[in-house]
C-alpha cells in the first residue's frame, strides 16, 4: 500500500532529526511575532518562501488549536492560547536564572533583576534581593514602561530606530520622576549611550533616590537583560566602574547557559 501523502509531507523528518511540519509551525508563529503579530498569508509566503497552500494548511491547524485567529479581515493574528505558554515560560526562566543572579548580589551586594520585552513593555521575571537592610524590591511579575528603565534601554538598544519610535509613539512616555526621558530624541540619544558603553544606566528615573544598571543577555531566546538596582548613594559613578563587568561576565555566562540548555536534546 503507497504511503499517505502525511507522512511523506507533514510527516517527513528534516534535515535536523525533526518533524518538518512543527518546525514550519513554529517558524510561522516566530515570523508573526517579528511582523507585530498580524499577518496575511501572503506575507507569510513571501517571507519564509513556502507555498501559500502549506501555509494555508498549517494556519488552519493553528486556529484549531488556539495558537492562532483569524480576523474578520482575513489576516491572522497571534491567538490567546500563547499567552498561558509564555507565563509559564518566563517563570520557569525566572526560577532557572535566579543562580546567576544570587550571584550578582554575592559580587555587588545590589539587588539583582531579570526582565523580558513582552510586546512594549517590559515584564520582571525574577529578582533576588540585596542583604542590605535598605534595599529596592521589584514584584515579580510587574510591568513598566522601557522609556524609563535601566533594562528597557538595555533591550531597546538592539531594535532599530524606526520601531523603538513605533513602540514610544504606541506607549506615551509618561514620566514617573522629574529625570525621566520624556522625548524619543532624549530617548534615542540615551540608547546610543548604551550601545558606545555596553550597558544602561537609570538614574532616578523610575524612582527617585535609585539608580539601576543594566546588560542584555547576548543571544537570549527572548529578549533579556540583568541589573542590578541600589540607592544612589551606594550606586555611585564608582561603584559603577566595579559592578558593570560582573554583569556583563554574569550576562555572558547565563547566555552560554541558555544555549547549552536549548542545544541539548534527544
Same mark, same amino acid.
Given at each position: 500500500?503507497?504511503?499517505?501523502?502525511?507522512?511523506?509531507?507533514?510527516?517527513?523528518?528534516?534535515?535536523?532529526?525533526?518533524?518538518?511540519?512543527?518546525?514550519?509551525?513554529?517558524?510561522?508563529?516566530?515570523?508573526?511575532?517579528?511582523?507585530?503579530?498580524?499577518?496575511?498569508?501572503?506575507?507569510?509566503?513571501?517571507?519564509?518562501?513556502?507555498?501559500?497552500?502549506?501555509?494555508?494548511?498549517?494556519?488552519?491547524?493553528?486556529?484549531?488549536?488556539?495558537?492562532?485567529?483569524?480576523?474578520?479581515?482575513?489576516?491572522?493574528?497571534?491567538?490567546?492560547?500563547?499567552?498561558?505558554?509564555?507565563?509559564?515560560?518566563?517563570?520557569?526562566?525566572?526560577?532557572?536564572?535566579?543562580?546567576?543572579?544570587?550571584?550578582?548580589?554575592?559580587?555587588?551586594?545590589?539587588?539583582?533583576?531579570?526582565?523580558?520585552?513582552?510586546?512594549?513593555?517590559?515584564?520582571?521575571?525574577?529578582?533576588?534581593?540585596?542583604?542590605?537592610?535598605?534595599?529596592?524590591?521589584?514584584?515579580?511579575?510587574?510591568?513598566?514602561?522601557?522609556?524609563? %528603565?535601566?533594562?528597557?534601554?538595555?533591550? @531597546?538598544?538592539? *531594535?532599530?530606530?524606526?520601531?523603538?519610535? =513605533? +513602540?514610544? $509613539?504606541?506607549? !506615551?512616555?509618561?514620566?514617573?520622576?522629574?529625570?525621566?526621558?520624556?522625548?524619543?530624541?532624549?530617548?534615542?540619544?540615551?540608547?546610543?549611550?548604551?550601545?558606545?558603553?555596553?550597558?544602561?544606566?537609570?538614574?532616578?528615573?523610575?524612582?527617585?533616590?535609585?539608580?539601576?544598571?543594566?546588560?542584555?543577555?547576548?543571544?537570549?531566546?527572548?529578549?533579556?537583560?540583568?541589573?542590578?538596582?541600589?540607592?544612589?548613594?551606594?550606586?555611585?559613578?564608582?561603584? %559603577?566602574?566595579?559592578?558593570?563587568?560582573? @554583569?556583563?561576565? *554574569?550576562?555572558?555566562?547565563?547566555?552560554? =547557559? +541558555?544555549? $547549552?540548555?536549548? !542545544?541539548?536534546?534527544?
Amino acid at each position: 500500500m503507497p504511503p499517505s501523502s502525511a507522512s511523506t509531507t507533514d510527516s517527513a523528518k528534516s534535515s535536523s532529526g525533526g518533524v518538518q511540519s512543527l518546525e514550519r509551525a513554529f517558524d510561522l508563529l516566530e515570523r508573526m511575532a517579528d511582523a507585530g503579530g498580524e499577518v496575511g498569508l501572503s506575507e507569510l509566503s513571501a517571507s519564509s518562501g513556502l507555498p501559500l497552500p502549506t501555509i494555508h494548511r498549517l494556519m488552519r491547524t493553528l486556529v484549531v488549536c488556539g495558537y492562532v485567529r483569524q480576523q474578520s479581515n482575513r489576516r491572522y493574528a497571534l491567538g490567546p492560547r500563547l499567552i498561558r505558554l509564555g507565563e509559564s515560560a518566563s517563570r520557569l526562566l525566572g526560577t532557572w536564572a535566579r543562580p546567576y543572579l544570587a550571584r550578582l548580589v554575592e559580587e555587588t551586594g545590589e539587588t539583582a533583576n531579570m526582565a523580558l520585552l513582552d510586546g512594549d513593555e517590559i515584564v520582571y521575571v525574577a529578582q533576588v534581593p540585596s542583604k542590605h537592610s535598605m534595599r529596592m524590591f521589584t514584584e515579580v511579575g510587574r510591568r513598566v514602561l522601557p522609556h524609563s %528603565t535601566g533594562v528597557g534601554k538595555a533591550l @531597546l538598544a538592539g *531594535v532599530p530606530d524606526a520601531e523603538v519610535r =513605533a +513602540l514610544l $509613539a504606541r506607549t !506615551g512616555m509618561a514620566a514617573a520622576t522629574e529625570k525621566t526621558i520624556t522625548t524619543p530624541e532624549g530617548f534615542l540619544a540615551a540608547l546610543e549611550d548604551v550601545r558606545r558603553l555596553g550597558y544602561a544606566i537609570d538614574d532616578n528615573e523610575q524612582e527617585i533616590g535609585v539608580r539601576c544598571l543594566a546588560v542584555s543577555v547576548p543571544g537570549s531566546p527572548t529578549a533579556a537583560a540583568i541589573s542590578i538596582s541600589g540607592p544612589a548613594g551606594r550606586v555611585t559613578e564608582a561603584a %559603577t566602574e566595579r559592578i558593570v563587568p560582573v @554583569l556583563r561576565q *554574569v550576562a555572558v555566562e547565563l547566555s552560554q =547557559a +541558555l544555549a $547549552a540548555s536549548g !542545544g541539548t536534546g534527544a
